[in-house]
């Protein structure tokens, strides 16, 4: 199934503990590279993420964008050490009497600025849920990147499935004029030397010689032979369930280097500019296909 790389997908998860969004957006890149961003409390899970979302997206650059927002209650809540902050509140009050600096009172901001005077309550974390609500938020916004991608995908085919056709029938005219192109050039090739030898008798050996000559040269037997084969692996590839964008490229390679052998032996104008033709549809696809898993 074609699926393009380019998407958007988003997963809520809320419970009474909190609320996870995870947002994921993917765009166009020749191997897979997953940058993932979350909060410093969901900091274990981080690798998990990335693992999940490389499992499911196999090519594009993909940035997931994690947030977890926590309600009254579901998370450590902050606590004042109250021992340590009377500890610091007398210790400066000493420092304020033996060094004379009775007009700098001790406030209540210069105690918290110390550091440990705020502290997380003993609550334990339940990491498990929290790992089951992340993990189910990821897999929500992966589904709808995905659906994203497979719209867009089914899109992608309708075109490649049209372009193939076009070089199908840009082919097959290549094909078909391949054989009048030998035959003309023994007509000119006849004419001119009859014209050189001004009525002498012409050695017909010698001219069948020379034509078998250029036949050879610009033999494209191969080349079309080979051209069609692509064409059929191209349509077997889109029909695969499995991410396909490379194999198309190469396949996109393949042909466009075929077309350029066929170009460069047929020495002819008009199979010269079928091959501009075949040339232009191929880059079409190739610039489609970059955008395909």
């Known amino acids: 199934m074609i699926k393009s790389m380019t998407g958007y997908g988003k997963g809520v998860v809320e419970t009474e503990r909190g609320r996870t969004t995870v947002e994921i957006r993917s765009v166009n890149h020749r191997y897979g590279e997953i940058t993932v961003k979350v909060p410093r409390t969901l900091l274990a899970f981080e690798n998990e993420v990335r693992k999940t979302v490389g499992d499911r997206l196999k090519r594009g650059k993909i940035d997931v964008f994690v947030q977890r927002e926590e309600t009254v209650g579901g998370a450590n809540l902050p606590m004042v050490n109250l021992p340590l902050a009377k500890a610091y509140r007398d210790v400066f009050e000493q420092m304020r009497e033996e060094l004379g600096l009775f007009s700098e009172p001790v406030t209540l901001p210069l105690i918290l600025s110390q550091r440990d005077i705020m502290v997380a309550s003993n609550e334990e974390v339940d990491e498990e849920s929290l790992r089951e609500e992340l993990g189910r938020a990821v897999s929500g916004a992966v589904d709808a990147l995905e659906a994203m991608r497979r719209r867009e995908g089914e899109t992608l085919l309708v075109d490649l499935l049209a372009r193939r056709q076009s070089l199908s029938g840009l082919i097959e005219r290549v094909a078909e004029r391949a054989p009048a192109v030998v035959t003309e050039y023994a007509v000119r090739l006849r004419e001119r030397l009859s014209q050189l030898l001004s009525g002498n008798s012409l050695d017909e050996a010698r001219l069948a010689q020379e034509v078998a000559v250029m036949a050879d040269r610009g033999d494209i037997t191969e080349e079309l032979v080979r051209f069609r084969s692509h064409l059929a692996q191209f349509d077997e590839t889109v029909a695969l369930a499995e991410p396909v964008g490379r194999k198309l490229d190469f396949l996109m390679q393949e042909l466009n280097r075929e077309v ?23 880059e079409k696809i190739r610039e489609q296909v970059q955008n395909i898993e």
């Open 260 to 282: 350029n052998t066929i170009g460069s032996k047929a020495n002819d104008a008009g199979i010269a500019a079928v091959v501009v033709e075949l040339k232009a549809e191929l």
